[in-house]
């Protein structure tokens, strides 16, 4: 069965410091691979999806993330955070088929912004 | 506004009792995705329709059960509720039926359930 892990329940970082939140998947062919954010009270947002080609994703809001298929690692990037940016963030990876066409998600980080 | 439209936002019930929670998908999409996400479980996919058929099912306890209706709007129906079905439960909508669709999901802001 497929499963994501997000080793870091909780990140602090600065205001304008880069951020890198890690992501690791279990699964046996080739991932579907996603990140949301949710912000309090609010849904659910896609930042980014990888599917195939290139493994350096560009999403909204300036994240970005890279495929490593040797590592099996999804990890989220920024360059420069800004406070908007604390939330909850949400590593997905999604079944190509078999019956279940739904996202198993990992439990989250939760990102804090410092001024 | 993500297009995505899930009411009521909050609800709260007793043990026991049965609830409905109702979704309508952004326009033009046609899959509709039911996840319900605790403190405890994380988020956990519940079950799928897809033009009104029932595409896949996740980890849905028998309890619960969902359709989708002509017009596309889907109801989650949840019965003989117990404290440990509080919760967030989220309705998703895509265009395709399959997950690696163009736009992926579309999330509403979800329902939470408190059963008291």
Redesign the interface.
């Known amino acids: 069965a497929q499963s994501v892990t997000q080793p870091d329940i909780h990140i602090t970082v600065s205001e304008g410091a880069s951020l890198e939140l890690r992501c690791n998947y279990s699964y046996g062919a080739t991932p ?1 691979l ?1 990140w ?1 954010v949710q912000s309090p ?6 930042l980014l ?1 990888y ?1 195939s080609g290139d493994t350096l994703v560009q999403g909204i809001k300036g994240f970005e993330a890279e495929f490593k298929r040797s590592q099996s690692s999804f990890n989220l990037r920024k360059p420069s955070v800004h406070w908007s940016d604390a939330a909850e963030y ?1 590593c ?1 990876v ?3 088929g078999g ?10 980080t939760h990102l804090i912004i410092q001024p | 506004d993500s297009g995505v439209t899930q009411t009521p936002k909050h609800l709260i019930t007793a043990t026991g009792q049965r609830v409905t929670l109702r979704c309508s998908p952004r326009s033009g999409d046609l899959s509709v995705y039911w996840y319900q996400q605790s403190l405890d479980q994380g988020l956990q996919f519940l079950i799928q329709y897809y033009n009104g058929e029932e595409r896949a099912k996740g980890n849905i306890l028998e309890r619960f059960s969902a359709q989708q209706f002509p017009d596309l709007h889907s109801e989650l129906n949840l019965s003989s509720l117990e404290l440990g079905d509080s919760a967030l439960y989220f309705c998703a909508s895509s265009v395709e039926g399959r997950i690696y669709g163009v736009g992926g999901y579309t999330f509403g802001s979800g329902t939470r359930l408190t059963v008291v």
Do not use: E
């Open positions: 579907y996603f949301y009270g609010q849904g659910l947002q896609l999806k599917f949400f997905a999604g079944h190509s019956g279940a066409d739904g996202l198993t998600f990992g439990k989250g």
